[in-house]
């Protein structure tokens, strides 16, 4: 590289490192432009600062979360028809056991106990069963179906139903159900439980859920989830129904990670709870679950139509946290905003103002023939 | 404060909101800059307004949904196998019975009957019953296991073989299954069901599920399913299989919420369903299931190797609406790289025609010694 | 139309379009200030290019999959308490048996065999059982409840306590959990699954996963996931526990899909399984299931409190590809930051400067009287 380069080239540098240029702006000294300009100007830099930055959290990224959510259901019915006494526990009442986040609460159930196969000569048609079934003459009403299910089975021996008596319902109130939930923000790499600073062993077996009083007792009274998610206590026994329990972790993590907390929020599932039943497509809640047992070397089985509360227990989450790039997208954006006022005051200043031919021999400056002489005067 | 000093500030203030600055610029009258950048800035223009307000629809924010999923399965079906009777309804058939998002519709089986404890003198190894065991030598062929699991438990003392006869094959195709689905979208505090406006217990005592004819009935038939995933019948009862229904909320909410509807679709879950078996790392789908009872004092248990047809309820959901964030972001983003056009016209009109020289010198006003001259001029 | 006013048009579109404004700009030669701003801007500049474009990966957007999870225990127990030989197989142990992306795998149990209704006369208060019961006399210790559940019906027969003894902890330390995953990301129609490409029938029928050695087989030793997740097997087996199996899918779809491949992580959900067990609010897992039959007539049941691992399989997802928009959005807002450097630079140089003043005259234009004759010159 011959000398003469090398300096070209170290001269270029300097130049570009000890020059800077800026934009060469003409002042417009005018009341009335000036004003409506500033005006739009401050209110972008409101907006910036005060809505997206303070407001909106704009400087914030968000995550949502990845969570587990475990049950456990307490408490023992009795029940009492005519005579026959029975205690349920929540091996007899919760669907499926194991406390999945969704579950059921049986409330209420028809009954047909002892069925068998084989018994029905006249296994053809579908519709045999109806004239010798005792059952159809029975006490309850089953739900239209579109196609009759199980029809000769079920109306083989003994159809008998039972339901829980009014006289236990304050009881089954007092069931208490249990949630145990842990959430993860990957992206933050924050683990948090539901069971947070101060909610400890002794806390859980004295406290009982309380929107005011306790709103982070991780135990609730299934009388007053049925009540807060706005369902009547007598209906839902009756017929079903399905509730969600949403627990809301709306996090911001700028903040010491203990202010994560839980919300719990309930509400009545697949239609209004209020309405009438006529209106809603489709109302309660109610499944078939088979007992099979061997008896006299015959398999039978118990049928049970469950009538029920189901609970989905429903995660929610959004965990927010500074992040440069939303700051700096943010801040970029609110310039380029800023240029968009700068347009529309100059379309007032040059279009609109009586002086626009003054103004915009200010601020422009043309290339062609006419104005080089001007130029050259520069 | 001196009044000297509260005029300063009085004046500064109305200077500042009486003024208005504007940037100097050059009108560049060349034929060739001028087309290449009103072409660029016209692209510009036409990408924001096209691309990113009218099809990506950057004016609005997004959120995704949290639900909760219903099903029930309805249907009959009724086997024949060698003179032994069966029918076969909804309890007996669907895993879980209460209606999870994720269940099991059982198509076929094989049935160990009887199995009891204890009868097995040589629960010494694990290999010991393959020689006497009757099992071996039946009719079914078990898919190989890693491990023998309860080798001597299942060749005790019974391995009928149970399936279901191709001739109930078509009634099992006409099962339905109703699923209820309710989206709420938090961001937004919009919750949707299913059931829409419309579809009320009147239509759904009478709909079927159609791609064309009724998209928002929930009610499906089982052989449309297993056909619209694209899985051969025959094949799918034989050896089970997985199938996801989608549940795609994607929803506008700027317009009516009564448009946003749901879309149902169907596919096969791990792998293609038309790929050959040999290809696929793992094909069919079955589990063990055990139904215990007593007999004669003596705990046994009917264990049943259940096929059967997997479905995932999957609920996809994108919600948008008018923000003002996202819409002043692209906007600004958007007056950001109209400077990008300008800077590259600049490019050309600085380095690449031949009046850059020219054209330099109407664009900047150097602030050093040999051009003070010309600027005092101003 | 006159042919004056459509040249007028003509004039104005061709002046439009052959035209070109480009900001006049002073270019400063002020080593200090030409320094910091040429400083700023080209950290600006790395800013965007190295931390946005490539650290963050800007140009790309973001999608979370839908997934479905499907997951199969294999493996075979032995007890022999006191005599009483026992087999233990997957429908004995897995809690749904139907391959959920949650289950239980029992560890531990205790049985309560022959409960039935009607045999305690003093069916009236909930504690009178406790005097004349024997089993509260037996060898286990039932963890505190807040209600007494079913006392009575707990207490009536036999309270016999089986558990696993220590001798076969090897043995279930081997079970494995095969586990089926899909993901599907909507915005980019991408679906994959675990059995990734080389994850063949072959392969999986031999392989046992291994973080190191062979992170892709999705057949997983119990004991190695107790291991990995922080747990004492001794104790986890003993009072329960629950485990978070993490499926980890951060893909980056701009480059081929098949690099797109899940990470399993183990973790214990619900507390550090580090800490003591004192420090945690809820230890343990374990569930009530009933086992119904009919001996005599007579319906009865064998209560199992089952204490095991609950599995979680939580999928956890992050796509990203090319995505027009928030590459330009970025673009877009960098060239805002630009112009904030810019502002910073103009107040040094007119506020800081000595020769500020200068510098004021060189950039700004003002439109009021006393400088209209310079601006005439122009």
């Given at each position: 590289?011959?000398?003469?380069?090398?300096?070209?080239?170290?001269?270029a540098?300097s130049?570009?490192?000890?020059?800077?240029?800026t934009?060469?702006?003409?002042?417009?000294?005018?009341?009335?432009?000036?004003?409506?300009?500033?005006?739009?100007?401050?209110?972008?830099?409101?907006?910036?600062?005060?809505?997206?930055?303070?407001?909106?959290?704009g400087?914030?990224?968000?995550?949502?979360?990845?969570?587990s959510?475990?049950?456990?259901?307490?408490g023992?019915?009795?029940?009492?028809?005519s005579?026959?006494?029975?205690?349920?526990?929540?091996?007899?009442?919760?669907f499926?056991?194991?406390?999945?986040?969704?579950?059921?609460?049986?409330?209420?159930?028809?009954?047909?106990?002892?069925?068998?196969?084989?018994?029905?000569?006249?296994?053809?048609?579908?519709?045999?069963c109806?004239?010798?079934?005792?059952?159809?003459?029975?006490?309850?009403?089953?739900t239209?179906?579109?196609?009759?299910?199980?029809?000769?089975?079920?109306?083989?021996?003994?159809?008998?139903?039972?339901a829980?008596c009014?006289?236990?319902?304050?009881?089954?109130?007092?069931?208490?159900?249990?949630i145990?939930?842990?959430?993860?923000?990957?992206?933050?790499?924050?683990?948090?439980?539901?069971?947070?600073?101060?909610?400890d062993?002794?806390y859980i077996?004295k406290?009982?859920?309380?929107?005011?009083?306790?709103?982070?007792?991780?135990?609730?009274?299934?009388?007053?989830?049925?009540?807060?998610?706005?369902?009547?206590?007598e209906?839902?026994?009756?017929?079903?129904?399905?509730?969600?329990?949403?627990?809301?972790?709306?996090?911001?993590?700028?903040?010491?990670?203990?202010?994560?907390k839980?919300?719990?929020?309930?509400?009545?599932?697949?239609?209004?709870p209020?309405?009438?039943?006529?209106?809603?497509?489709?109302?309660?809640?109610?499944?078939?679950?088979?007992?099979?047992?061997?008896?006299?070397?015959?398999?039978?089985?118990t049928?049970?139509?469950?009538?029920?509360?189901?609970?989905?227990?429903?995660?929610?989450?959004?965990?927010?946290?500074?992040?440069?790039?939303?700051?700096?997208?943010?801040?970029?954006s609110?310039?380029?905003i800023?240029?968009?006022?700068?347009?529309v005051?100059?379309?007032v200043?040059?279009?609109?103002?009586?002086?626009r031919?003054?103004?915009?021999?200010?601020?422009?400056?043309?290339?062609?023939?006419?104005?080089?002489?001007?130029?050259?005067?520069?």
């Open positions: 590289m011959s000398v003469g380069k090398q300096n070209q080239i170290t001269n540098l130049d570009f490192f000890f020059e800077y240029e934009p060469r702006q003409v002042l417009v000294r005018n009341r009335r432009v000036g004003v409506v300009c500033r005006l739009i100007q401050l209110g972008v830099l409101a907006y910036i600062i005060g809505w997206v930055f303070i407001y909106e959290k400087y914030q990224s968000t995550d949502t979360a990845v969570s959510v475990f049950t456990k259901m307490k023992v019915g009795y029940t009492n028809v005579g026959s006494e029975r205690v349920w526990d929540v091996a007899d009442y919760v499926p056991p194991q406390g999945d986040s969704s579950f059921v609460v049986m409330t209420n159930y028809i009954i047909t106990e002892g069925q068998k196969m084989g018994k029905c000569p006249e296994l053809k048609g579908k519709h045999n109806n004239s010798d079934s005792d059952c159809e003459g029975g006490s309850f009403k089953r239209g179906h579109g196609q009759m299910t199980g029809v000769c089975v079920e109306g083989t021996k003994t159809c008998e139903v039972l829980w009014p006289s236990v319902h304050d009881k089954y109130h007092n069931y208490t159900l249990f145990k939930n842990s959430v993860t923000f990957p992206l933050f790499g924050v683990t948090r439980s539901n069971l947070v600073e101060g909610i062993a002794d077996s406290c009982l859920h309380d929107p005011k009083k306790a709103p982070l007792c991780p135990i609730f009274r299934l009388g007053d989830i049925v009540k807060l998610s706005g369902f009547s206590f209906t839902i026994a009756r017929v079903g129904g399905a509730i969600g329990i949403v627990v809301d972790w709306t996090c911001n993590l700028d903040v010491d990670v203990k202010h994560c839980p919300q719990y929020n309930f509400h009545g599932l697949y239609g209004n209020a309405e009438t039943d006529k209106a809603r497509a489709s109302v309660g809640y109610n499944f078939r679950y088979a007992k099979h047992y061997m008896e006299d070397r015959i398999q039978k089985r049928l049970l139509k469950v009538f029920g509360i189901r609970f989905d227990i429903i995660v929610q989450s959004l965990a927010r946290k500074f992040d440069i790039i939303p700051t700096l997208t943010a801040i970029g609110g310039v380029g800023f240029g968009v006022a700068t347009v005051c100059d379309l200043l040059l279009y609109l103002l009586p002086k031919e003054f103004y915009k021999n200010m601020k422009f400056k043309y290339t062609d023939t006419h104005t080089q002489v001007s130029s050259f005067c520069l």
